[in-house]
C-alpha cells in the first residue's frame, strides 16, 4: 500500500508586522470661525426666546407675536448647521 504524504508543520514562530509609515494629521483645518459663530448662534437664539418670556411679548419684534418663538429656534437650527462643520 502506499505511503500517503506527511504534512509539514507550520513555523510557530511570531513575526512582528512590518511598521509603516506614520501619518501626521494636521489639526489646522482653517476653520477657526465655526466654533465662535456656533456659539454664537445658539447664545442669540437663547437669548431672543428668553428676552421674548421675560418680556411678556413685547421684545425682540412685537408684531411677530408668537413667531419669535420660532425666530429663536431658528438661530438655533443655524447653530446646529454650523456645528456640521467642524473638524
Given at each position: 500500500?502506499?505511503?500517503s504524504r506527511?504534512?509539514?508543520k507550520k513555523d510557530d514562530t511570531f513575526t512582528p508586522p512590518e511598521k509603516g509609515q506614520t501619518t501626521k494629521i494636521s489639526m489646522t483645518s482653517g476653520r477657526?470661525?465655526?466654533a465662535p459663530l456656533m456659539l454664537a448662534m445658539f447664545a442669540i437664539g437663547?437669548?431672543?426666546i428668553v428676552l421674548y418670556y421675560v418680556t411678556q411679548a413685547d421684545l425682540p419684534v412685537e408684531s411677530l407675536g408668537d413667531w419669535n418663538i420660532v425666530?429663536?429656534?431658528g438661530f438655533i437650527?443655524?447653530?446646529?448647521v454650523v456645528s456640521t462643520q467642524w473638524k
Open positions: 500500500m502506499p505511503k506527511i504534512r509539514k477657526r470661525w465655526v437663547l437669548a431672543w425666530v429663536g429656534f437650527a443655524v447653530g446646529f
